[in-house]
């Protein structure tokens, strides 16, 4: 892919040249061609924070980064043993977090994807959950995929999630995660009723069946309100930077 397509794409939009699908379509099949972190006010609000944890919040976990009233939402269905999944994080997701997420531009939200070729990823979804209801989601989601190679190899997730957090708070998590801490494939969950966590990554799944994911990473984009077509694998940050940029100088 190269930095001009996404510049002349935006060009001819704004003089009215490519009409919205057309535009939509040219983006998916560029991405398809695999384009390849004062001392009393702090106390305080770490105080606040505290007794808002206290109670363990109700409804789904959330699993979203920034503001809902950004002018670009990109929603991103996943699998944490992914070595692709993991690529985009490390190197798209995680920039873009400090930087246009950080600063309004993009409201980032993440869909569990779990494959069932992956021994753990379902298991790592319901920890990401877990974590997600304490308001621990972001700094576990970076821990699953930092040590993707390390718990995929045996199976220890609970190492690295109670690495990313204080005690207290993964002691939170653990409870949460009762019953929850076999191995198990998406088929099987389904069938299976002891863990509290897993209508919300079935929940995930359904809305990706929908779109359809057929491969993970799989994203979709929306500019004001308008969405463009899925698209999946890698895409580099500055390149995705530049598309940014190509809607939000609309």
């Known amino acids: 892919m190269n930095l ?6 935006a060009n001819n939009l704004r003089k009215g040249r490519l009409p919205w699908p057309v535009l939509l379509v040219l983006f998916a099949l560029i991405l398809g061609l695999g384009v390849v972190s004062p001392s009393a006010t702090g106390t305080s609000r770490k105080a606040a924070r505290r007794s808002v944890r206290a109670i363990e919040p109700s409804g789904p976990p959330i699993k979203a980064y920034g503001s809902k009233d950004a002018p670009i939402t990109m929603e991103v269905f996943t699998d944490y043993q992914c070595p692709s999944c ?4 490390e190197n798209t997701l995680r920039p873009m977090i400090n930087d246009y997420v950080a600063s309004g531009k993009v409201y980032l939200i993440h869909h569990d994807f779990p494959l069932p070729m992956h021994k753990y990823s379902f298991e790592a979804a319901r920890w990401a959950n877990a974590a997600a209801r304490v308001g621990e989601f972001a700094s576990v989601e970076a821990a699953l995929y930092d040590n993707q190679d390390a718990w995929g190899a045996d199976g220890n997730i609970a190492k690295y ?3 990313a957090m204080s005690g207290a708070e993964f002691k939170r998590v653990e409870k949460l995660m009762d019953g929850c801490m076999a191995p198990v494939s998406p088929e099987a969950a389904q069938n299976s ?4 966590l897993d209508p919300y990554i079935e929940e995930d799944r359904a809305i990706g069946m929908r779109i359809p994911v057929q491969a993970t990473p799989t994203y979709v984009i929306s500019y004001k309100g308008q969405h463009l077509p899925p698209a999946s694998g890698f895409v580099s940050w500055p390149i995705l930077k530049q598309f ?6 609309q």
Do not use: E, P
């Not at 009723?193 to 509290?196: D, L, T």
């Open 161 to 163: 999630v109670s690495a």
């Open 86 to 89: 993991r690529n985009l994080y």
């Open 244 to 249: 940014f940029d190509s809607l939000l100088s």
């Open 4 to 9: 001009c397509s996404l510049s002349s794409l």
């Open 193 to 196: 009723h002891g863990c509290a």
